[in-house]
């Protein structure tokens, strides 16, 4: 098969198709995972430099600091900055339906708002898959009012839940408008709906308040040419009815913590979305050794490879805490062993032994 540009080897899987071989690219790569690697490099320096797949950005929100570690973002809420490169919400904006009346979110057609994207557009359109991080209808809900907070409102306050998930559905479909206007190629979204045990809430309870809106924004997403990949940890199978029903393109990252097997979701799902995922970030990424890093990239490329429709990447992110010789001897398993008509029945034996 002729070579393709790892934009073309991306937009192929998620139409769920087979490419020259299994793309990869990660949501996170810690600074501290990435410089004992590439010392120095930004992500997309590291992007360019190691071969992944896809140069991923988000709608610019401005912060101002506030305190050591600490930032209010453009949506009013207090951030704070700890280990990993996300930021933890610490002092939510909105409690009440009063609150909400008088709440105004940033402005989706802002100047700044995608001057990120538009340099990664300038600069690598065509080569590399370009993704947007946008959102669907928990995490503004959450971020606005505090996880707990939200959680409980959705048995006590189920009005202002329906309005903070219509607020998320409008302003990321807008969002959606101008990432696609701005040369985007796809959206991410990574509104997490579950932990391992299951659900955050009862499937009645997403069908009613969540569902509508869900379905709706993914509808404008695709209205304006951007396939959409899902992420949410967790078991999120008493879900799957719905999640099927809303037409995702792609599904992230099948968590291994919760249950989720990637082999059953292939042989189930795979005319339905593509797969993206699951070595584990928990565990093997971690402390595991070389050989089982391997051994487990494998795993997934046996299980989930045949056909194609599938991006093989952690079962998360490569946080601050994942080994760095272990997310090389992962990318480095997956160029090697990845490559189309798959063989099954490699023998990939020692593999490991160069990242030890």
């Keep these: 098969m002729k070579e393709m540009t790892s934009a073309e080897r991306v937009m192929t899987v998620l139409r769920r198709g087979e490419p020259d071989r ?40 401005t912060t101002v600091q506030i305190a050591p570690k600490r930032f209010r973002n453009e949506w ?7 280990e990993e ?16 009346e008088t709440y105004q979110a940033p402005d989706a057609f802002a100047p700044h708002r ?16 370009i993704g947007v991080h946008l959102n669907d209808v928990l995490s503004i809900p959450r971020n606005l009012m505090g996880f707990q907070e939200l959680m409980m409102a ?46 955050f809430m009862s499937p009645e309870t997403f069908r009613e308040l969540l569902y509508p809106g869900l379905k709706r924004v ?25 999640l099927l029903d809303v037409g995702f393109d792609c599904l992230d990252p099948i968590d291994p913590l919760g249950g ?12 339905a979305f593509a797969l993206k995922g699951n070595v584990n970030c928990a565990t093997t990424l971690v402390n595991g050794t070389a050989e089982e890093v391997v051994s487990e990239t494998l795993g997934v490329i046996r299980a989930a490879a045949a056909g194609g ?23 480095s398993t997956i160029k090697a062993y990845g490559r189309y008509p798959i063989k099954l029945d490699f023998d990939a034996s020692g593999a490991g032994e160069a990242f030890s």
């Excluded at 701005?182 to 509104?191: I, K, L, N, S, Y």
């Design 309 to 331: 429709g599938l991006i093989v990447s952690s079962s998360n992110s490569i946080h601050s805490s994942v080994a760095p010789l272990n997310y090389l001897a992962m990318l």
């Design 260 to 271: 989720m097997d990637i082999a059953l979701m292939k042989r189930t799902f795979s005319q």
């Design 22 to 61: 299994i793309p990869h690219f990660e949501w996170i790569i810690d600074q501290k995972v990435r410089h004992a690697l590439c010392p120095g490099a930004s992500t997309e320096e590291f992007t360019v430099r190691m071969g992944l797949d896809a140069m991923l950005t988000a709608p610019d929100f």
């Design 218 to 242: 993914v509808k404008g997403f695709h209205d304006h040419g951007m396939p959409v990949i899902k992420h949410t940890d967790g078991n999120i199978m008493p879900l799957m009815e719905m």
């Design 114 to 129: 995608f001057a990120s994207l538009k340099k990664l557009v300038a600069r690598y359109k065509g080569k590399y898959a």
């Design 85 to 100: 490169q996300h930021s933890t919400v610490v002092q939510a904006v909105i409690q009440t339906l009063e609150d909400f």
């Design 154 to 199: 959705l048995c006590t306050e189920p009005e202002l839940v329906a309005k903070l998930v219509k607020m998320s559905v409008d302003l990321n479909i807008q969002l959606a408008g101008e990432a696609a206007r701005h040369g985007a190629d796809f959206v991410f979204t990574g509104d997490d709906y579950a932990s391992c045990q299951g659900p």
């Design 76 to 82: 009013g809420s207090v951030v704070e900055k700890g």
